[in-house]
């Protein structure tokens, strides 16, 4: 119940956030204005501040809106997020140290992808991407990596949105991403060759769990050129680490040192990983 020290405009933003996040679907400023009870001109108000500061995502061609990044972030502090962190770092550190190459750390929410640690070389050309970011997952090695490792069912429901054109190397078709998927199950990595962010280029490996699940995956990151160059060496060394991470963290959850394990890190990802603002 509001008290005299709530600030009410404040209090109704965080409502229309709830709203969002009870919701497995984007919602529509009309469905948000209905749910409110607040008028229309003040809910968009709210949504576009919201989508502005990075709380809110507001999905242009279809006009809906969803969880930002902003409060990906809130997900970095989860304790099967914690634990995959330090189950990866000397894996991602070892990488970027090898290779100088910008090493990633994704998981999956919904039909995007949630940065959760990144390591960067010196002289790493600039991304964009940092951790808590959001980006689609059809368009994303990491996010193609995980998608090509899931259950049928969840794989066409994530196909089954808008495949947003992010540059124009974007693969926005769902019967070519189809395709396109069974190919990076077939060699065990997924390539974003400019698909994402002009001039930029990455290498995924899925890590997946006992029942081959994909809990998670990881990418090497360069400009398009250099990263082609190795390519060989990439793959070869991104499969091999995807492995030893996902032996690891079987290891961890059967020794019992997280009760949850990667167990709750893969299936229920959207209620363990972002609980902290509800199912996504």
Avoid: W
Avoid at 118 to 135: E, L, S, T, Y
């Amino acid at each position: 119940m509001p008290t005299k020290y709530s600030v009410q405009p404040i209090l109704k933003a965080l409502r229309l956030l709830d709203t969002i996040g009870a919701r497995s679907h984007d919602m529509t400023l009309a469905e948000l204005t209905q749910e409110s009870g607040l008028p229309k001109t003040t809910v968009f108000r709210y949504l576009q501040t919201l989508s502005e500061a990075g709380y809110l995502r507001h999905n242009q061609q279809s006009d809906r809106y969803g969880i930002g990044p902003r409060l990906a972030l809130f997900a970095t502090s989860s304790r099967e997020v914690a634990q995959l962190r330090r189950s990866v770092r000397p894996e991602m550190e070892s990488l970027a140290a090898d290779l100088n190459l910008t090493v990633n750390l994704a998981i999956g929410m919904g039909t995007y992808i949630v940065y959760v640690d990144i390591v960067k070389p010196r002289n790493a050309p600039h991304m964009d991407a940092h951790i808590g970011q959001q980006h689609p997952m059809h368009s994303t090695a990491v996010g193609k990596a995980i998608m090509a490792h899931l259950p049928p069912a969840e794989r066409n429901a994530a196909l089954d949105s808008v495949l947003a054109e992010m540059t124009a190397r974007t693969i926005s078709s769902p019967q070519a991403m189809r395709r396109h998927l069974q190919s990076v199950k077939q060699r065990g990595y997924a390539l974003d060759r400019e698909e994402t962010e002009t001039g930029m280029s990455c290498i995924g490996c899925p890590v997946l769990d006992a029942t081959g699940y994909p809990i998670a995956a990881i990418s090497l990151s360069a400009l398009d050129a250099r990263l082609m160059s190795i390519l060989d060496e990439c793959s070869r060394r991104l499969i091999e680490a995807s492995g030893c991470i996902a032996s690891h963290l079987q290891a961890t959850a059967i020794r019992g040192l997280s009760s949850s394990g990667t167990e709750n890190l893969g299936k229920d990802r959207g209620d363990s990983i972002l609980a902290v603002f509800g199912p996504v």
